[in-house]
């Protein structure tokens, strides 16, 4: 027996497919259903969330060499902001925003530092929150990824390995520039080296006269200064001491930069483990001069 | 090289009274050029305006910029602490005791070769100022972190393989040791009595000066704690600086277990299970009984503050404000990932600070460590003394027992105060 049924024809959900989303990062059209941008992988959730808001977000990015604690700052700065309403209110745009402060926090709070982030830029985290100040009207919308270090690098010595890096630093209105100072303090050069090379790196990016990265404010942070107290007490002395390259290129190449210190741990102990051998971990969470170098930033960012 | 924050105050200083002239000489030009109707004058007065109104302009982003990045706070001065009276002279008995006594050290005035020859008034004078700033911990088990440090710890069941410690009957001090309290340390000549620190570190002695290179804790100034911190629990200082400051008052640094003992009040609650408090106050967290991340201040605070957090024993502020040293060596923790262990040895340090972000790093039982060197920010200590070093009854100016109650004869009593002052060697019994 045959029974027949009234079949609706949608047919204009197709339109939808027929419509290209272009890229929030790198501009390229991309289909409905794509999870990330077929050319530089960046997530497409970026791209439809703009879309649903009307709102144009304005992108910071936060590089440092592999191992500097980009991941650390950046989870620990989302966790301190959303419990610290009094000065600036954060709110995150959207499940995936929140993955980073997740993983961040867990893992701190079990004494152990979180994971590394891989290469591939589809499995990096991306936040992207609303910021509002107690008495301003239009919030900010801010879209931050936690790049990885190597990536970073890779990037910096062959350009156009990665296109997401390109791409989004060139749409960029700020950079956190994060150097590990205890590898600094250590004599280690490599850490002033690529800081260097990814200054020279922004710096050459956008050429324009008026709109380029010499315009843009850059904050120079010196990560797990808790174990440099010679950092704590003044970063931009300890720049010109130790990071002497680092130091120049900021006085040459940027207008707007500025030098500070932050940490997350009060002491840290060495772990056996069985998977990445001797790892330093945490033995207790006392973050310092975390927001600080933020709220210059924001400062600094034009309206 | 460094500026000193007071250069830079004064260099802002300087700053502001030469634009308050250049204002004064514009405004002169101006009323000079508009009474002579001189074009010359009127323009210079006008340029200086200018000049005074961009300054000022520039002034106003330059203080905005540093308040966005935290910099708005006021610049440190070191504080006037009162007139000290003049030394006592040293043949004179009296005159010193009583000087001890104004100087907090009536722990020393109690040890049983002091006790025994002081003057009634003194004695009990001594024994109200030991009341008055310590509090008992009495004699008792206290089961300390298990092997795994549980962040679920306070009911403790027999078959956790716990790590219990058997304590003797200790004072302890209400509140951690103020600014104004070691002080009286320095200024009387803490740092140069070598024989109150370890013979290993005195030349690191040298080396453990203020900001301005005085000896005393790192964040003083010019050998005195800061102007409004004399109440604040003292910090920057070093484990062999808390161990030296202990000595000379007549105490020495608890033991990890004195100290978990005083606050978690411990009670055997039959059938072999022990009932151990997480915080003083009880066994969850509260941020207005303890100044943690989130309580407020955000910043540390006077020992006479988050009074509500007090022990069952009457011991204040053991959790939150000043992390605090004890006489224990920390030699790592069992984390979920395997064993955590320092590189080199540390001190244990308890009770977690004002800046400690997670609650399960401010519990009574949670242990953390630092090199004994460290001065940092958030370090302080308290003191402790053994009862049975002290001599607390007497009878025709006799010492004739000791708290325990058990008469001491005269030579054995040294044997004693060195048997308590071990307290690392307590008995240990493993349930």
């Given at each position: 027996m045959t029974t027949s049924v009234i079949q609706p024809l949608a047919s204009y959900r197709l339109t939808e497919y027929a419509l290209p989303i272009p890229c929030y990062v790198c501009g390229t059209d991309n289909t409905l259903d794509a999870e990330s941008c077929t050319r530089c992988l960046a997530p497409m959730a970026l791209a439809h969330q703009v879309a649903s808001q009307g709102t144009e977000p304005r992108m910071v990015a936060t590089m440092g060499a592999s191992g500097a604690g980009k991941t650390v700052y950046l989870g620990m700065l989302m966790d301190l902001l959303s419990h610290q309403p009094e000065r600036l209110r954060l709110l995150a745009r959207g499940a995936f925003s929140i993955t980073l402060q997740q993983t961040t926090v867990a893992a701190l709070a079990s004494c152990r530092f979180p994971g590394k982030t891989p290469n591939e830029p589809d499995r990096w985290n991306w936040v992207h929150?609303?910021?509002?100040?107690?008495?301003?009207?239009?919030?900010?919308?801010?879209?931050?990824?936690?790049?990885?270090?190597?990536?970073?690098?890779?990037?910096?010595?062959?350009?156009?390995?990665?296109?997401?890096?390109?791409?989004?630093?060139?749409?960029?209105r700020a950079a956190l520039i994060l150097v590990d100072a205890v590898r600094i303090e250590d004599g280690a050069r490599e850490e002033d080296y690529f800081a260097m090379k990814l200054l020279s790196y922004l710096s050459e990016l956008v050429d324009r006269a008026r709109s380029g990265w010499e315009h843009r404010p850059v904050a120079v942070v010196f990560t797990k200064a808790d174990q440099c107290e010679e950092c704590l007490e003044d970063p931009t002395e300890f720049a010109r001491r130790h990071a002497v390259g680092l130091w120049q290129q900021c006085r040459e190449r940027f207008r707007c930069h500025r030098f500070f210190a932050a940490g997350v741990a009060g002491a840290c102990a060495t772990l056996d483990s069985v998977t990445d051998g001797r790892v330093l971990a945490p033995l207790r969470i006392e973050p310092r001069g975390i927001v600080e170098p933020f709220y210059w930033l924001l400062e600094q960012l034009p309206s | 090289m460094n500026i000193h924050p007071a250069a830079t105050a004064m260099r802002q200083e300087n700053h502001t009274h030469a634009l308050a002239v250049i204002l004064a000489l514009s405004l002169a030009c101006w009323v000079l050029g508009w009474l002579a109707a001189g074009p010359v004058y009127l323009s210079g007065g006008t340029a200086?305006?200018?000049?005074?109104?961009?300054?000022?302009?520039?002034?106003?982003?330059?203080?905005?910029?540093?308040?966005?990045?935290?910099?708005?706070?006021?610049?440190p001065r070191p504080a006037r602490p009162t007139e000290?009276?003049?030394?006592?002279?040293?043949?004179?008995?009296?005159?010193?005791?009583?000087?001890?006594?104004?100087?907090?050290?009536?722990?020393?005035?109690?040890?049983?070769q002091i006790a025994g020859n002081l003057p009634e008034p003194q004695f009990r004078r001594a024994l109200a100022s030991l009341n008055e700033t310590m509090a008992l911990v009495p004699e008792g088990d206290v089961a300390l972190e298990p092997a795994s440090q549980s962040l679920d710890f306070c009911r403790l069941d027999a078959d956790d393989a716990l790590h219990i410690v058997r304590v003797a009957p200790v004072f302890l001090d209400r509140y951690p040791v103020t600014n104004r309290q070691f002080y009286e340390f320095v200024a009387g000549g803490g740092y140069e009595q070598v024989a109150?620190?370890?013979?290993?570190?005195?030349?690191?002695?040298?080396?453990?000066?203020?900001?301005?290179?005085?000896?005393?804790?790192?964040?003083?100034?010019?050998?005195?704690?800061?102007?409004?911190?004399?109440?604040?629990?003292?910090?920057?200082?070093?484990?062999?600086?808390?161990?030296?400051?202990?000595?000379?008052?007549?105490?020495?640094?608890?033991?990890?277990?004195?100290?978990?003992?005083?606050?978690?009040?411990?009670?055997?609650?039959?059938?072999?299970?022990?009932?151990?408090?997480r915080y003083p106050w009880g066994d969850t967290v509260d941020r207005g009984k303890?100044?943690?991340?989130?309580?407020?201040?955000?910043?540390?605070?006077?020992v006479r503050e988050f009074t509500e957090g007090v022990s069952v024993g009457g011991v204040y502020q053991l959790i939150g404000n000043v992390w605090e040293?004890?006489?224990?060596?920390?030699?790592?923790?069992?984390?979920?990932?395997?064993?955590?262990?320092?590189?080199?040895?540390?001190?244990?340090?308890?009770?977690?600070?004002?800046?400690?972000?997670?609650?399960?790093?401010?519990?009574?039982?949670?242990?953390?460590?630092?090199?004994?060197?460290?001065?940092?920010?958030?370090?302080?200590?308290?003191?402790?003394?053994?009862?049975?070093?002290?001599?607390?009854?007497?009878?025709?100016?006799?010492?004739?027992?000791?708290?325990?109650?058990?008469?001491?004869?005269?030579?054995?009593?040294?044997?004693?105060?060195?048997?308590?002052?071990?307290a690392e060697q307590a008995q240990e019994v493993h349930s």
């Open positions: 929150c609303q910021l509002r100040k107690p008495k301003q009207k239009h919030p900010l919308e801010l879209i931050m990824p936690d790049m990885a270090g190597d990536a970073v690098l890779e990037e910096v010595n062959h350009p156009h390995s990665y296109r997401v890096i390109e791409a989004f630093l060139k749409k960029c | 200086g305006f200018g000049y005074v109104l961009f300054r000022a302009a520039g002034g106003y982003r330059l203080r905005r910029s540093a308040r966005a990045a935290g910099e708005n706070r006021p610049l000290r009276p003049k030394p006592a002279n040293p043949h004179d008995p009296g005159a010193l005791a009583d000087e001890m006594l104004a100087q907090g050290r009536c722990a020393l005035l109690l040890r049983p109150l620190w370890d013979t290993a570190i005195w030349t690191a002695v040298l080396a453990m000066t203020d900001r301005t290179g005085r000896p005393g804790p790192r964040y003083w100034m010019d050998g005195v704690y800061l102007e409004g911190e004399e109440d604040h629990p003292v910090v920057g200082v070093s484990w062999y600086e808390a161990a030296a400051f202990a000595r000379w008052i007549g105490k020495r640094l608890p033991s990890d277990a004195e100290w978990v003992k005083a606050g978690t009040w411990p009670l055997p609650t039959g059938g072999g299970v022990r009932s151990q408090r303890a100044n943690l991340w989130g309580s407020g201040p955000e910043r540390i605070v006077s040293w004890t006489s224990g060596t920390f030699r790592g923790i069992d984390g979920p990932d395997g064993r955590l262990e320092p590189a080199e040895p540390m001190k244990s340090l308890r009770g977690g600070a004002f800046d400690t972000y997670f609650d399960n790093q401010a519990t009574c039982q949670f242990r953390s460590g630092d090199y004994p060197l460290r001065r940092k920010h958030n370090i302080g200590f308290r003191c402790a003394v053994g009862v049975c070093d002290l001599l607390l009854a007497r009878a025709r100016g006799i010492p004739e027992c000791t708290a325990a109650g058990q008469p001491e004869p005269p030579g054995n009593q040294m044997a004693g105060s060195a048997e308590c002052e071990s």
